[in-house]
């Protein structure tokens, strides 16, 4: 006689790990199939890469244009998938009870802020292959030796963003959100030291940017892949942002 199959579900929740990775596969599909949030993510950056390399002015001293462009326009790209990206998707998930679901999961505060983490570094995977490979083909060459301390900028980064845009999404409501995220990217771009350095900046913002997150990533960058070193103010007060924006996170997300 052939034994009964037992078809009940076991008990007890996924493990951490297991329910983080399936999280953050959701949040890759959305945001890749996302079109919106693509272009600003890569088309965007791309653009204002070619443009300014091409482009007399600002003045970025004897330097190649290329070689202090290029890191500043992935800190851009960064900054576009990890908060802008991050936030609007949120807002909406959040008017729309996703997040309320998700906060009856174990998956919990932490876990949809690490899902968030890692989806926002694969994606800026993508983006580096895409606007690195631009870069190379317009003459860019960075220093081998700022490869690590960048990739250590890029990952504190990404986290230090997608704190920031999972505070915006939740206490904002979702068309908030959108206005907000939107504004806050071309406010960066404009006058926080992201794309180009702060010492070209006009005053007060060349000493204010650099305390900025989106400043101190562009800072940090350009030290790491044009001088091929790794800058330690700049990931302090990116490692600052990060756990301040963590910590009010934890304290005032709201799930509906």
């Known amino acids: ?146 490869l690590v301390p960048a990739l250590v900028y890029l990952v504190v980064g990404a986290a230090a963003f997608v704190a920031l845009g999972l505070l915006v999404a939740g206490t904002m409501r979702a068309e908030a959100v959108l206005a907000v995220a939107n504004l806050v990217w071309v406010l960066l771009l404009a006058g926080s030291a992201v794309v180009v350095p702060a010492s070209v900046m006009p005053a007060p913002l060349d000493a204010i940017a650099k305390y900025l997150p989106s400043g101190a990533l562009g800072e940090g960058l350009r030290a790491a892949l044009e001088h091929g070193r790794l800058a330690v103010v700049p990931l302090v007060v990116l490692l600052a942002w990060l756990a301040a924006a963590a910590a009010l996170v934890a304290r005032t997300f709201r799930w509906s």
Do not use: C, H
């Open 1 to 146: 006689m052939t034994a009964a199959l037992d078809l009940s579900p076991a008990p007890g929740a996924a493990p951490p790990r297991q329910r983080v990775l399936a999280q953050a596969r959701g949040e890759i599909d959305v945001l890749m199939r996302n079109l919106e949030q693509l272009l600003v993510a890569v088309v965007l950056p791309a653009l204002v890469l070619v443009g300014l390399v091409e482009a007399d002015s600002p003045d970025l001293g004897s330097a190649a244009r290329v070689d202090v462009l290029t890191p500043g326009v992935l800190a851009l790209a960064l900054i576009s998938s990890a908060f802008t990206g991050q936030a609007i998707q949120t807002g909406f998930d959040r008017r729309y009870g996703v997040l309320r679901m998700l906060g009856s999961t174990p998956l919990g505060r932490s876990g949809l802020l690490a899902a968030k983490a890692i989806a926002a570094l694969t994606v800026l995977g993508v983006q580096v292959v895409l606007l690195g490979g631009l870069g190379l083909a317009l003459g860019w060459r960075p220093r081998p030796l700022g």
